[in-house]
């Protein structure tokens, strides 16, 4: 081509007009593409926010199926008596499970259908999931799932109150076109209670559930954990009746300053030991030999997944519930519950405790201190299910109130964890603190190795003990008025029979329990949670709820 001067003319003509037009189209593109989310970002790693999380822990567990329509059920599999499986990972966003008879969940052989859904825009309006046929060619989807999680008990918990609702549509595995819509409902199984499946003799339960031994309980822990709170004049009235927190004037608190160098965490293990020493006769339930492990995925163990949630040995973690009015303790118990959490502390927990080069280096108020509020607050926590009226089963997620004293309370059924009114009639409390009694035998050993004869020991009020010397830092423990008060134990007088020593107990609850100062009502106390629940983890990342 001949270069002339007409035609550089219209060269430059034609780039002036296309760039200022491509610069400015692609101006409207960019944005454009930018309003429609473009180009899909590259991967990263994304977990679910509080919400899906939430979602996923009433989801998670074992569901009786009904379907409804013209077909006769699921291809392949009979019309009534299905079970369905869910499960998603603690901060996962994958809804993972199976399909298929009850035996056949609980058998090795792969179950029939295996769901496969994603919980991202997900919500309990709104749930979809997918079924994959085990015997098709390519584990093609054969039906799909749209359903509604009931709301009604949302704010309260996920034992056996949740349905799912919605509808079927089989897929034809060969065009993948739909078919007509089946009706779908999903009852979720109740989580049974360990007093279900652990066995505990008749003697054991009349001695945890007696007045006199639950108001002993709730008072020895609430002296000890509220004493560095109370006002001088609360102080003077317990004191008037017995039962301050050690020595007059020289009493042990158990959550205030310098708690690890008072001797409470002497007090601790003596109790608990001397408690123990009255159980085991009666046939408590064994001690622990290791934390017991998470739920298995149910993908990969689907049989065991079923069994944990069935909760066959009484010892699975019973599922988490909300607290309206305490979003910091929902948040708390949620996380003490998580498997991540099993794993970064209590195995953690379960091998230092065990550990002769740590025990060797801490006193016995020392270790009691830190194992009390750690390890000891949280197993009460991780293995409680939510508190309910023993009456009618009604949720109570805030728990019973602590000065409250009405018969229903005294009921045999209420043996909640997170109050130690009550915890020591679950047969768990045994479970777990008789693994905490063992490490005192470790900690011993421990010493035996690297202070050899340093620690001695004897028997005290009928329980195996130890002198006071270098690591041991009190002469004798606090067991309320029985060591350190102007009351013999409970009920063991003519002069004062069982039933004033019960008054005395609920007086003096009263007095530790019921907050009516004007300061603290002006400075809006924070909610009167459990003292097993003053010590909170709280989520580092925090997502929508």
């Known amino acids: 081509m001949q270069l002339t001067r007409r035609t550089?003319?219209?060269?430059?003509?034609?780039?002036?007009?296309?760039?200022?037009?491509?610069?400015f189209g692609g101006r409207k593109v960019h944005a454009y593409l930018e309003k429609r989310d473009g180009t899909p970002p590259q991967a990263r790693v994304e977990t679910a926010d509080i919400s899906i999380q939430r979602l996923s822990s009433r989801l998670r567990g074992i569901w009786t199926v009904k379907i409804t329509g013209d077909a006769e059920g699921l291809y392949g599999l009979p019309a009534d008596g299905l079970e369905l499986l869910l499960d998603s990972a603690e901060r996962g966003r994958a809804l993972r499970g199976f399909i298929d008879t009850p035996e056949n969940l609980r058998a090795?052989?792969?179950?029939?259908?295996?769901?496969?859904?994603?919980?991202?825009?997900?919500?309990?309006?709104?749930?979809?999931?997918?079924?994959?046929?085990?015997?098709?060619?390519?584990y093609a989807p054969r039906y799909e799932f749209t359903v509604t999680l009931d709301e009604a008990q949302a704010t309260l918990d996920a034992m056996g109150t949740d349905v799912l609702a919605g509808h079927i549509q089989p897929v034809d595995p060969q065009t993948g076109m739909t078919g007509p819509k089946l009706g779908f409902m999903a009852l979720k199984h109740t989580f049974p209670k360990a007093h279900y499946r652990i066995a505990t003799s008749p003697e054991f339960v009349a001695w945890a559930t007696a007045p006199e031994?639950?108001?002993?309980?709730?008072?020895?822990?609430?002296?000890?954990?509220?004493?560095?709170?109370?006002?001088?004049?609360?102080?003077?009235?317990?004191?008037?009746?017995?039962?301050?927190?050690?020595?007059?004037g020289a009493e042990r608190h158990a959550r205030g300053r310098n708690m690890d160098r008072n001797g409470s965490g002497v007090d601790f293990f003596f109790m608990h030991r001397h408690m123990l020493t009255i159980a085991r006769p009666l046939n408590a339930p064994p001690?622990?030999?290791?934390?017991?492990?998470?739920?298995?995925?149910?993908?990969?163990?689907?049989?065991?997944?079923?069994?944990?949630?069935?909760?066959?040995?009484?010892?699975?973690?019973?599922?988490?519930?909300?607290?309206?009015?305490?979003?910091?303790?929902?948040?708390?118990?949620?996380?003490?519950?998580?498997p991540e959490t099993f794993h970064t502390n209590f195995q953690m927990w379960d091998s230092r405790y065990r550990d002769a080069d740590y025990l060797s280096r801490v006193t016995l108020g020392q270790f009691g201190t830190e194992l009390e509020l750690g390890l000891h607050d949280w197993l009460h926590i991780r293995w409680a299910s939510i508190p309910r009226d023993p009456v009618n089963g009604s949720p109570v997620p805030a728990g019973r109130e602590p000065a409250d004293f009405s018969n229903r309370w005294f009921a045999p059924e209420y043996d909640c964890l997170v109050d130690s009114f009550s915890s020591h009639v679950n047969p768990l409390f045994w479970c777990f603190h008789g693994w905490i009694d063992e490490r005192l035998e470790d900690w011993f050993d421990a010493h035996q190795r690297v202070h050899p004869g340093q620690i001695v020991r004897r028997r005290l009020l009928g329980v195996d003990w130890f002198e006071p010397g270098p690591w041991v830092?009190?002469?004798?423990?606090?067991?309320?008025?029985?060591?350190?008060?102007?009351?013999?134990?409970p009920g063991v007088?003519?002069?004062?029979?069982?039933?004033?020593?019960?008054?005395?107990?609920?007086?003096?609850?009263?007095?530790?329990?019921?907050?009516?100062?004007?300061?603290?009502?002006?400075?809006?106390?924070?909610?009167?949670?459990?003292p097993y629940a003053r010590n909170l983890p709280v989520r580092t990342h925090v997502g929508k709820a």
């Open 8 to 23: 550089v003319l219209a060269g430059l003509a034609i780039t002036s007009a296309l760039v200022p037009a491509g610069y």
């Open 108 to 138: 090795p052989a792969l179950p029939r259908y295996k769901v496969i859904g994603d919980l991202v825009g997900a919500s309990p309006a709104l749930i979809r999931w997918r079924l994959l046929d085990r015997d098709s060619a390519r």
């Open 213 to 248: 031994n639950r108001l002993y309980h709730q008072l020895w822990h609430a002296s000890r954990d509220l004493w560095h709170e109370l006002s001088e004049t609360r102080r003077n009235a317990l004191r008037g009746l017995g039962w301050q927190p050690g020595p007059l």
């Open 287 to 338: 001690a622990w030999r290791h934390f017991p492990l998470p739920q298995p995925a149910a993908e990969q163990d689907w049989a065991g997944f079923a069994r944990y949630f069935e909760n066959v040995d009484g010892c699975s973690v019973p599922p988490t519930w909300l607290t309206p009015s305490d979003e910091k303790f929902t948040e708390g118990v949620e996380l003490i519950k998580s």
């Open 473 to 489: 830092e009190i002469n004798e423990p606090w067991m309320g008025p029985l060591t350190h008060g102007c009351f013999s134990q």
């Open 493 to 530: 007088t003519a002069i004062k029979p069982l039933e004033k020593d019960i008054e005395i107990m609920k007086l003096a609850l009263e007095i530790a329990c019921n907050t009516d100062d004007e300061l603290a009502q002006a400075l809006n106390k924070a909610p009167n949670r459990s």
